[in-house]
């Protein structure tokens, strides 16, 4: 309990900062009266880790670092805020996809970043959203085209699988070509080597693995995609309302204590520094105390001496250039300015901006002459007064939101609004709190009415133009560095510190504290009941722990495999009696405390992969040392699991003696069928061979010249078919031929056959080279033999010279044969339904009804064959 005191504390300096003395002494006297009792009782019991899945690639905020542990901004943003609810946490490594399947599974307890999308409503539930972003896209930096979306339609987009911005980009039809990898570094060195267009990613990402792959060739998009925000949150099981609560109060707290700030400003500050060029920070030239010039014309206040002492403790450049409001806030817009160094944030405001945390909270008063009474309070006491505001200040907006657009007149500064109330120009100013008290004391004003209550209460911050991330960043670590230093204490004692107040009223204080105090006692006597209640819950859970402690192993001695428990120093701290067994042990005590090399593998003493914290499980066969020198083969199964807090090996694993017998007869039979096959393919290539070498010497007989050549081409066909089974006795797989090699052959046994002494043909085979079935490649072998010999007997009659072009071209899905000659092409009015004399109506009937493939003729300066067919008919690429 005392460190949630320490934490109220914390939380009560900063509130004591903004108020009077008797805010303050209510405060600290609540806390005086909580501490005997936050004293006396030891608060919180050790509990169960929470288990979190973690992304091993997704920078800067969920990763592996070097030493193969979780990291980045989102993981440590979850240990600070289980840390502060008094709970550690776990994380499991891997993939995208796996994690987010562990979480539905629920296999872990919840994920450090989840980006809140509609799909995933309905699966997971969410906190509140500590981070908002934009996505990117990323590019080649020789594509100069692409500013947003609209640019990659028709163009390759990657993205992460499972990813929101591939649930983004499906959501609406975008006429993207989407591409998804197993990571976003996997996308970005796809697009560095042009496999892709572009990369859609979360900015911060990209930024953070171009820097890390090295990839100087990519520039990210100026623009970011506004219609894909980002809402990241910690996420849990759907209906696991006490994680979701634990989560919720712990990042609500870590927010308030400023440990959220520091993370952020850590881990982003890094990226796309701006170097060392001058950065501009603009102000307000008359706002007191906050920013304004002195007598000698210099920048001068709170926000000035902030915006110096951070810039000497990042090591900055800047130049501070103070002018009327307005002016300022145009320059921010066009670029002029890199950052305002004092800006009150609002939900309009921060649609046009980036605003760093706040670094100060001010509040805006009514003030009216003296003479006037007490000053309105709300926004419909406003309507019934003139009021002087700011020209572009917050109550600016404020008013002409409200309807008040008739009541107020503007002026160019603060100071100008109340000295033209005091002219009576208008009936009440609307104005900041500690700058109307600032302005009295250097004017020595007595004749003004200040309102007590804030009319508004408002963020002071730091502002950057949208997506300036890079600047915001900077701002933003060095604002935290000063505060943790003292120095941000310093500076705002000396402008905001100090300043007249109410005298106190000891009788409130008094009436104040008794309103206190009575609540107080009965929340001490609650808290004692309680306190008594919980010791004896803990005392019943630890009755029940030692109990299912012993019963543990009754249930690991019931199962019929062996299982161990070994640690990650190696030594073996649980074993059932089947592991026992197996290892030739008389008692589980006989094998605790040895090391797991003892007992596997302890030829590989220094090598021990298992043993690995981002492999979750794992599956191998090993062989098992027994006591008395036998080698048992087993198949192990090893998971990685945590144990009060300590991680372990849950190893299972059984004897496959039997197994491993039963798979060498296998062997042994798979190895005599092959024979018998490779004989079988010896066989009929041998009598096909016979039947062509017989018909080869029966034509050399035949005056018939007609004959002859219905021999021959029978003859190549069933020379053809006797390839296909040589080829594949040759080859090591007994299914399957390459196609190339096969043409090659073949177009050498039809050039043999069909030798045309007085004539020069070429035949060219060129493309990729593929494995075909045995049912594909006959087929195949058919088709180009009668495609070759009606080009060797007549396109080239009239001609010496000729050429035959034979390509092979694996598509993405297809297998195109290009088969071309430079003939004389096909005769004029040539039908090829009626005329058969080619041969022509046999591979279109090979093509289309057996091989199930297209047949398309070009009949012009030669004759071109374009076939094309489906993958089913081949295996992949060699």
Known sequence: MNRYLKKAISYTIPIGLNCNFKELFYILSVLLLITPLTAEYPWGTETIPVISGCEYDYPPYCFVDADSHATGFSVELMQAALKVMGRDVTFRVGPWEDVKGWLENGEVDALPLVGRTPEREEIFDFTFP???????????????????LSDLRGRKVAVMKGDNAEEFLRREEQGLVLKTTRTFKDALLGLSEKKYDAVVVQRNVGLRLIQELGLKNLRVVAKPIYGFRQ??????????????????????????????????????????????????????????????LDEEGNPSGFNVDLIRAIAREMDLDVA??????????????????????????????????DFTQPHAMSHYVTVVRKEAGKPPQTVADLKAFVTAVEDGDIMHEFALENGLKDQIKIYNNQEECLSALLRGEVDCALVARQTVLYLIVKNNWK????????????????????????????????????????EYRDIYKKWLGVYPGTSTDWNKVLRYISYITIPLIILILSAVL????????????????????????????????????????????????????????????????????????????????????????????????????????????VTTITLQGKHYLLESFIDISEQKKAEEQIKQSLKEKEILLRELYHRTKNNMQVIAAFMHLRTRHFKDETLKDIFRDLETKISSMALVHKKLYESGDLSKINLKGYYHSLVELIKET??????????????????????????????????????????????????????????????????????????????????????????????????????????KNGLLFRFTFTETLYYPRI
């Not at 500590?130 to 947003?148: K, P, Q």
């Not at 809402?231 to 707290?253: I, K, P």
Request: net charge negative; hydrophobic share 40%.
């Open 754 to 859: 069909y030798d045309i002494p007085d004539k020069d043909i070429d035949i060219l085979l060129s493309g990729d080279d593929i494995p075909v079935l045995i049912d594909v490649a006959m087929p195949l072998g058919l088709i180009l033999n009668e495609l070759v010999t009606n080009s060797l007997k007549y396109a080239f009659i009239d001609r010496k010279e000729g050429r035959i072009d034979i390509h092979i071209k694996v598509g993405e899905k297809t297998l195109i044969l290009l088969y071309s000659d430079n003939g004389i092409g096909l005769p004029e009015g040539f039908d090829l339904k009626k005329d058969s004399k080619l041969g022509l109506e046999t591979v279109r009937a090979l093509v289309e009804q057996q091989l199930m493939g297209k047949m398309e003729i070009e009949n």
């Open 320 to 353: 501070i250039q103070l002018a009327p409001w307005t002016e300022i806030r145009d320059g921010l817009l066009k670029g002029n300015i890199d950052l305002i160094e004092g800006m009150f944030y609002s939900h309009e405001r921060d649609l046009l901006f």
């Open 130 to 148: 500590y981070l908002s972003m934009h996505g990117a896209i990323i590019v080649h930096e020789e594509t100069r085209d692409v500013e947003d």
């Open 447 to 486: 004749d003004l009415s200040v309102g007590q209550h804030p009319f508004a209460t408002l963020e002071y911050c730091f502002a950057v133009q949208q997506n300036n991330q890079e600047i915001m960043n900077l701002f933003s670590e060095g604002l935290t560095i000063i505060e943790k230093s003292g």
């Open 231 to 292: 809402d990241f949150c910690f996420a849990v099981q759907e209906g696991d309302r006490e994680t979701l609560a634990l989560l919720n109060e712990g990042l609500s707290l870590v927010i308030a204590d400023g440990t959220y700030r520091y993370l952020h400003a850590r881990w982003f500050s890094s990226l796309e520094l701006p170097g060392h060029r001058e950065i501009i920070v603009g102000g307000d030239s008359h706002f007191p105390p906050y920013e304004f």
């Open 530 to 637: 309680w306190v008594n209640l919980l010791r004896k819950q803990v005392a019943l859970r630890t009755r029940e722990l030692q109990e299912s402690k012993e019963n543990l192993q009754d249930i690991l001695d019931s199962v019929a495999f062996g299982i161990m428990i070994i640690g990650f120093d190696k030594k073996i701290y649980r074993s059932n009696r089947r592991a026992t067994e197996l290892c030739r042990y008389e008692q589980e005590a006989d094998i605790i405390g040895k090391t797991c090399h003892d007992i596997l593998c302890p030829d590989r003493i220094n090598q021990c992969p298992i043993l690995d914290l981002n492999e979750t499980s794992n599956t191998s066969e090993q062989v098992l040392f027994t006591r008395d020198g036998q080698k048992i083969p087993i198949q192990k199964s």
